[in-house]
């Protein structure tokens, strides 16, 4: 019989003990894990900010220097209304497709998210394929890596453009990290792009013609630069491939990387629609407010007239864009003339009360068209352009009482390239668009003083004044303004030739106020009075004393005795200042700012950077 002592119990954790143990265990676990997973979140969360600087750094690098070396940059701030839109603002702008929290389409246009500038070359077709900077083998400027060039730069045909638009533009605008909706597709967001193309292409002749392949052609025939949905263009274009393949093939993303998208929206917590877009990487011409302009030295004609009233003003920096106002001060006035945007036109007013306005715009479409030159004038083509003069309904000089009321003005025209106002206009620019640009007097209408010399007023009226044109002088038309000193051009009889002899229509010279003019020649005043003594007056022309005027007409027609004059006139004064607010594409500010999102909270991750970059090689 065995003893009662020799009973052993085997003893067990009991199920409480082990609930105990586990509970426990996944409490010290807890405390030793969160830390550690925190601090892995952490650490993939500085990661993601440290690439997010890495990344700002480098674009801003890249872009800033290729900017800086270009040698023509293309205005893109043609901006006129808020970027906060549903309708596009202009063409400078552009398009941005989005959806908002339910899912509904968006479009808004935003400024400033596109550059083009024109890469500088370093070689021309008579240099050949030697580097004439450094006498290597010249490499094309979108092959060159890391080699800047050296200056001086010529401007070359390829153009760069950095632009924000979606990773495949064939898909809609989709954000895993902003979107609430589930949805299966891949994200899309907008990301950085450079293409590198050229506007021109040489053809089998061996001519330039516009890029079809990219852009369509305006009116003229030219290549539409500025378009705000070129990359999602589906169209084919003329070589048979729709214009997003062909910008496809010359573009290339810039710094993608997941999680990354350079625009940020504003959703309206409650509705879950887009209240606001806002680029992420913009860039923005230079901006210069109140410049005192600078009047250029005068000329030779002009430095023989005591106390010239210069005609030219220059502003420190050239490349201006659209919109900019030149305001003149007379008199210690700040509201005296200013040039403003109306639609797409420049106006120059008087105030706000004056109904006097003269269109920038249409004067120098005038311009460009040669209807002021009378080398290429054109009846045809300048009588279908817009009358620079407005004022109500129709030109200002059709006024009837305009030689008793003449009207103050201070017309000018700008260089936005060359940061300049003109205050030259020629003074056949008075008058409807297709007339003669050209002043014709008659020499046997000339007047003799009681010293016996001969002289013409240009401020009478010319011989093509009839009561239809109303041919009037600017110089009697207008208030206080004179003729801009060495602009005049005289053509008249060859007053050297034999009598009976049809004399050859030949140019005058000047000759300064303190010689008596001979055969030939004239002496001219260019700023006087509008009465008193003829000497006096302004537009006062005159010849030689002993001119002999033929008679008889040419078998064109003409007169023997036909005088020719163009001049330009001025209406500013030595005391006026010039002051020009504007954008200068001479300098931009790259502002940067780059989006990534947390990896684990898809909380936005910003790091912005902005600089000024000065664009040396921009030639005014």
């Known amino acids: 019989m065995k003893g009662a002592g020799n009973t052993r119990r085997k003893r067990a954790f009991t199920l409480v003990e082990i609930l105990v143990v586990m509970a426990i265990t996944a409490i010290m676990l807890g405390l030793l ?26 674009l801003m690098e890249t872009i800033s220097r290729e900017i800086a070396d270009a040698a023509y940059v293309f205005d893109n701030s043609r901006v006129f209304n808020p970027p906060v839109t549903s309708n596009p603002v202009n063409d400078a702008t552009l398009r941005f497709d989005l959806v908002d929290r339910r899912g509904n389409p968006v479009t808004f246009y ?7 500038f024109v890469l500088p070359e370093r070689v021309t077709d008579s240099t050949g394929v030697i580097d004439p900077t450094d006498g290597s083998d010249y490499v094309p400027p979108d092959r060159r890596v890391g080699r800047p060039p050296a200056l001086p730069v010529l401007a070359g045909r390829t153009v760069v453009r950095y632009f924000i638009a979606r990773r495949d533009p064939s898909r809609p605008y989709s954000n895993r990290n902003e979107q609430l909706l589930a949805t299966t597709a891949a994200d899309n967001p907008y990301i950085l792009w450079r293409a590198q193309f050229v506007l021109y292409d040489r053809d089998s002749s ?38 997003m393949q062909n910008w496809l093939e010359v573009s290339r993303p810039v710094a993608d990387v997941e999680d990354m998208d350079l625009v ?35 000329d030779e004609a002009a430095n023989e007239v005591p106390n010239a009233v210069p005609a030219v003003y220059m502003t420190r920096k050239g490349g201006w864009s659209y919109p900019f106002v030149v305001t003149v001060y007379r008199n210690g006035f700040a509201t005296a003339y200013t ?36 080398g290429t004038w054109r009846p045809d083509v300048c009588s279908s352009l817009p009358d620079p003069w407005i004022q109500g309904g129709g030109s200002w000089e059709r006024n009837p009482n305009s030689l008793d009321a003449p009207y103050p003005y201070l017309p000018f025209a700008v260089d936005p390239r060359a940061g300049m106002v003109n205050f030259a206009i020629p003074a056949v620019a008075v008058f409807r668009p297709g007339e003669r640009p050209v002043f014709e007097y008659l020499a046997r209408n000339t007047q003799v003083d009681e010293s016996g010399r001969r002289y013409l007023l240009l401020s009478e009226p010319d011989i093509n004044n009839t009561a239809s044109n109303n041919r009037q002088s600017p110089l009697r038309l207008l208030q206080g303004v004179s003729i801009v000193p060495g602009s005049e051009r005289i053509w008249g009889p060859d007053q050297t030739a034999p009598p009976g002899v049809e004399p050859r229509l030949v140019p005058y010279t000047r000759v300064p106020w303190n010689v008596t003019p001979g055969p030939n020649q004239y002496r001219i005043n260019y700023r006087g009075t509008r009465n008193g003594h003829p000497t006096l007056q302004t537009g006062y022309v005159e010849f030689w004393a002993l001119w002999q005027v033929p008679s008889g007409t040419r078998a064109d027609g ?59 090689n921009l030639l005014r």
């Open 206 to 243: 061996g001519n330039f013609v516009p890029n079809t392949r990219l852009f369509k052609l305006d009116a003229n025939g030219q290549p539409i630069l500025d378009e705000p949905g070129f990359f999602y263009d589906t169209r084919p274009a003329p070589n048979g491939r729709s214009y």
């Open 339 to 374: 040039t403003g945007v109306v639609g797409d036109q420049l106006l120059v007013s008087r105030g706000n009360s004056d109904p006097f306005r003269f269109n920038i715009t249409a004067y120098q479409m005038m311009t460009m068209a040669g209807c002021y030159d009378e």
């Open 264 to 298: 940020n929206v504003q959703y309206d917590q409650r509705t879950g629609q887009i209240v606001q877009v806002t680029p992420l990487i913009q860039f923005l011409p230079g901006v210069v407010v109140d410049d005192p302009a600078t009047p250029t030295a005068l």
């Open 110 to 116: 935003l400024p400033y998210t596109k550059i083009d």
């Open 558 to 616: 003409t007169p023997y005795d036909l005088l020719r004059v163009t001049y330009a006139v001025q209406a500013n004064t030595g005391s006026d200042v010039v002051k020009v607010d504007y954008m200068t594409r001479s300098e931009y500010t790259l502002a940067i700012n780059v989006k990534l999102y947390d990896p684990t909270t898809s909380d936005p991750l910003f790091m912005s950077l902005t600089t000024q970059v000065r664009v040396r």
């Open 33 to 58: 894990l969160g830390p550690m997973l925190q601090s892995f979140n952490f650490t993939r969360r500085v990661q993601r900010v440290t690439q997010a600087q890495d990344m700002a750094r480098d």
